[in-house]
């Protein structure tokens, strides 16, 4: 490969998908790529994608992906330019990026201004309200206690949402229908917001019935560009946090009115802030087609594939652009199109009724897939799946030209997918997208309580398709 004439070292301070992810993308770009490994995981698959290796010295995630002091003498004793966090980890933390800031490296994300600014559910609700854009009825602020709560829940009306104001992730959230749920959740609320996030500082906000979750891909540069790459469908959730996300809404259909009125909202949200890295605008949409404001995550997302697949454009190479100060290549907005419909399924390693994590040891992994499908994973067999890191040790996307031929083509994935050693929630994933609602596309953030798909999760059945297939795949070794 041509190098660049001023080829970057970029350390990736990150492991898993995303970190192979992005040393793909700093590879085709003609950097370098410098992977790190901690003393808990020295044989990281996603090393493999880099151009180097360094040690990044620890075995707990404080000292070693949480620590700012031990990264920044990493890429200081290995002459890095710039570092890319993934997403979770330091991805978005301020002090992290000011500390980069100052120390010359930069940082593959937005400025720490604007991390800062919309990192806070209370200050980005009042940035959004001065710009003019709708917010979630309820407090602007941390409410100070519990009496404090009530009274603003009698305010807007019942039920309500209790929300850590430094939350993320689906921690810090709890629904109230009366005042009895928050004498009963504050308390537990702010202990988990602290635990979290350091910060106990809650919101009370009116809780949307049958909400969707409806977030839009934007992406600045520092130039003063700011783009939307279209919307995702992010309502099939488990404890506040996504399993299953799709690009185009099958909510918004063929309404491009309350499209583009929502692409447009996040591109004014993203401006109102100084945003110049790619990033994600979150909304809640009710029955009627009106949104409002949720919050806005200053990095790269999980599902950020599936906007990839429909618009044919790499946003982590643009993230790397936009870092260094280049142009994108995109002259103005209608130069961004989709195509087709992409569907994800995050894979994680938990219980499928449960949907805890349920840690272990792959033994055995196998693919058979459909074309239309990517597969960005972590895994080999052998590989040690354990408490300290997220349980998602893969992400399954297919790609139709239309919905159903995606939701066609994620069955085949699915069945075509082997994991043994651990249980994993392919199983779920399976009754979800054979779901009468999700197939016709009406569902809300409420499906998992509603439907039910754990309920009908029979293990039974899935542990015999799984040795079923281990045994065609010996056979077809074995040449019987």
């Known amino acids: 490969m041509k190098k660049q004439n001023n080829p970057k070292r970029i350390l990736i301070a990150n492991r898993g998908e995303i970190a192979a992810r992005i040393a793909r993308a700093i590879n085709e770009l003609g950097h370098t790529a410098v992977g790190v490994w901690t003393d808990n995981e020295i044989h990281a698959s996603h090393l493999e994608f880099c151009n180097e290796w360094v040690h990044l010295e620890g075995n707990t995630n404080s000292s070693t992906y949480l620590s700012i002091d031990n990264i920044i003498r990493v890429a200081k004793n290995n002459n890095i330019d710039a570092i890319h966090p993934g997403y979770g980890f330091l991805s978005e933390n301020a002090k992290f990026v000011e500390r980069l800031e100052k120390e010359k490296i930069i940082f593959i994300g937005p400025n720490s201004d604007a991390i800062k600014k919309m990192g806070d559910k209370a200050t980005s609700k009042q940035i959004a ?98 783009y939307h790459f279209f919307e995702r469908e992010c309502s099939i959730q488990r404890r506040h946090q996504k399993i299953i996300e799709e690009a185009p809404s099958p909510f918004i259909g063929e309404r491009e009115d309350l499209r583009q009125a929502v692409c447009n909202t996040a591109v004014k949200v993203a401006k109102a802030v100084g945003y110049d890295s790619a990033g994600t605008v979150e909304f809640v949409m009710a029955e009627d087609g009106s949104f409002f404001f949720l919050e806005m995550n200053t990095r790269i997302q999980v599902e950020h594939p ?45 219980d499928p009724i449960t949907m805890l994590p349920s840690p272990g ?36 996307v297919t790609k139709g030209i239309v919905r159903p031929v995606a939701i066609r083509k994620m069955k085949a994935a699915l069945n075509g997918l082997l994991i043994e050693g651990l249980k994993t929630n392919i199983p779920l994933h399976k009754v979800i997208i054979d779901n009468e609602s999700f197939i016709n596309g009406k569902y809300s953030t409420n499906f998992i309580s509603k439907e039910k798909p754990q309920d009908l999760v029979d293990i039974g059945i899935y542990v015999t398709e799984v040795y079923q297939k281990i045994a065609g795949i010996e056979a077809v070794k074995q040449g019987i």
């Open 129 to 226: 309200m001065k710009a003019g854009i709708p917010v979630i009825p309820g407090s602007s602020d941390a409410v100070p206690n519990k009496s404090s709560a009530i009274k603003m829940a009698t305010e807007i009306g019942y039920p309500v949402l209790l929300k850590a104001v430094a939350g993320g992730g689906g921690r810090g959230m709890r629904v109230c229908e009366n005042s009895s749920d928050i004498e009963k959740n504050f308390d537990v609320v702010v202990r988990e917001s602290e635990s979290a996030f350091g910060y106990g500082g809650l919101l009370v906000e009116k809780y949307i019935t049958n909400p969707r979750h409806i977030e839009v891909q934007i992406l600045a540069d520092k130039k003063g560009n700011t």
């Open 306 to 350: 599936i906007t990839e697949e429909i618009t044919g454009i790499d946003l982590i190479v643009c993230m790397i652009q936009a870092a260094f100060g280049e142009p994108l290549g995109i002259p103005e907005q209608k130069w961004i199109t989709r195509t087709g419909h992409a569907i994800e399924c995050r894979i994680c390693a938990e």
């Open 361 to 396: 040891t792959i033994t055995g992994f196998e693919t058979s897939f459909p074309q239309g499908t990517r597969f960005d994973h972590c895994i080999y067999s052998g590989l040690k799946v354990t408490p300290d890191f997220d349980p998602m040790i893969g992400k399954l």
